[in-house]
């Protein structure tokens, strides 16, 4: 039995006949065995660089209690949790400025936190997020992959071969892992030590309202009275918080809720597209994950996060594109930070590549695997495995009716659990294959990961030379989530439309909605005064790609606020808040340019239905759209392109809808709600000249960012911010939270 505390100790029990051991549960990573007979004895041992001058073994007489009392005192003073009928707070906030006292000096592995989920038990989960610059294969690294060894060594980042700077935390790609169980309080200390730019991180699908007791009886978004919300921890600069400056270090807290597979990730600039991101799982007990029944192995390294990879940093891919005609386009896909791209050998066959992620199973067992799309361009990822069936039970962490497909096609932001059966195949190597979409195929990029079955004799995988792009997409049988696709034009496409939700929500009711938003977006023809100048090199006047066109929502481009929604509302001027209800030319627009803190406010408690529309101009695309702070269902989603078939590059005429088109078809009733069991997600993809309509609550007071979440989209305003509710009536932040603003 192994025990975390915040060091390492291990202990081996001697001769304890079965009869004579009891079950302890509770207080640390798995359970403890204490046996009972005098003739029993326990070896520990010592982690001796942790506790210098202790002895490298001890022997306790489990019979005479004095033996026991070093090692009870050793545990009583590093546990990591405590008992579920405790209350368990947060530390206290008088700490020393670095923390030293209230967490961690490392996180271990695996973390305490990181273990069998039991109903009505929680832990206080603590995590220290070091955020530098870095690189990728740098001196960590050795000679990866000339020596293939080497590839494993303690923070030896090999991405795809090529070598670059990376913003990574903890030094690792993806960042230090977060799995904790539904109920935990997690407190993360993450200091910025990026030496020019600022940063926060988001939690990407938690809701930040505070406990969750009385949500026991159901998984789905529903009225409650919180204890304890956090959304100023939501991490999103301007609206939740300030952003940490250069040396300044931030502690995020928050209720792990909904439980599910999520992720967090850098929300300023280009720092996720960099390596800045890492996954969160949040687990269940057995007698509350209703597909527990479905799968034998839920294991921790059974969690991909995939992304489409360049080979520059992201501010020197964003610079010449939005000021010149540089390339938008990825180069390769990394799957966890490994990927295959530069050959280091002499010949091209067999060749020299640094190592792909591997995943090993047992024939005859059904795995849960956790998929994690933290894509950034416009690259909807076609994910498969060779010879393997995948069965879909969940999205953005809720559970659906379990669907059986040949492949899933995701999002950026988009997460999906499947289970892959391995029940009478053959005991070998198989491809598990990720390919490019849209953007991603203009160079063919796609990428590789290998389920490798125990017993399986060595691989042959890639001693025939490179992998062919044409068979990582359209894989034949049925596939999920197909983009600019509607529902049943072909019968082997399934849309999001399809798939029902596992439970029935009574919190969002059918029938009319209280408020109706319509969000419709195109790239407009603009003299954005961000990349354009009207007298000098205005729109009409550049050449070739150097016509840069903006996004924009409602004819809006989101103005990025400089001190926090959430915590200094009442500093902003109100005449600069906008929305298409009330933009004014002169106010909020400038020669035909509108830029304004774009706000939908809501009543709290409201149920809103929002249209997500995309005009179909200039190009026939899918944008991924990602809301903060809750979930949602997604009633209906719809295509009206004349040329169906069309479904990416410059639309042809007739592939392009307006925004009035349909609120008129919403107002003759002939858009259809789907009530039956919607499947619930926060993050959706919007086919384009289409619509994908959405309906919550409003029942978590505070600021949410709602924003299409390819990174650079997002950074030149092609979101807006949800209020719901009141200032007065969201929680008030911490005693002396952190302000600022404009120096003017």
Known sequence: VSIWSRKLVQFKMNAVPASTTRLVPGLYKGPVFLPFPQY????????????????LTNTFNLGNPATLMPLLVLLTQNRVGKASNEEIRFPEENC????????PEFNPIPHPCERECRVGESMTCYYKMVVEWYSVLGKACFNCPLNITDCSRPHCVS???????????????PGSPISVCRGDKVVVDVQNKLPSETMTMHWHGQYMHGDIAEERASRLPRQRQVRNPTPWNDGVPGVTQCPMIPGQSYRYKFIANPAGTHWYHAHSAFQREDGLYGKLVVRLPDQENVHREYYDEDLEEHTIIFQDWVHKTGVDMFIPHHWDDGSNKAESFIINGKGRYRNFGINAVPGLYTPVEEFSVEEGRRYRFRLINAGVSMCPVEFSVEDHKLTVIATDGMDIEPVEIDSLISHNGERYDVIIDTTDKERKTYKMKFGGLMDCGAKKVHGTALLKYKGASESTMFKGGATKYKDYINIKGVSLNAPNTNSGFKKDKLTLTDLKSWEKSVDIPAGEADRTIYLGYSFYDLDNPDFHNKDFYAFEDVIGKNALRTPQVNNITMKSPVSPLITQFEEYNEEMICNSENLDNSTHCREGFCHCYHIEKIKLGDVVDIFLID?????????PFHLHGTHFQVLAMERFAEVPEHT???GPPGNDISTEFVKRRDKEGKIKRNFDSPVVKDSVMVPDAGYTLIRFKADNPGFWFFHCHMSWHNHVGMGLVIQIGEPSEMPSPPENFPRCGDFM
Request: charged letters at 20%; hydrophobic letters at 30%.
């Open 40 to 55: 029993s004895t326990l070896n520990m041992t010592t982690n001796t660089a942790a506790y210098p001058g202790m002895p």
């Open 96 to 103: 020393d400025p670095h923390y030293e006292s209230c967490t």
């Open 159 to 173: 991405g795809d071969g090529v070598e670059r700077g990376i913003i990574t935390v903890n030094r690792r790609l």
């Open 615 to 623: 005009e179909g101009l200039p190009w026939d695309v899918s944008h």
């Open 648 to 650: 990416f590059g410059v």
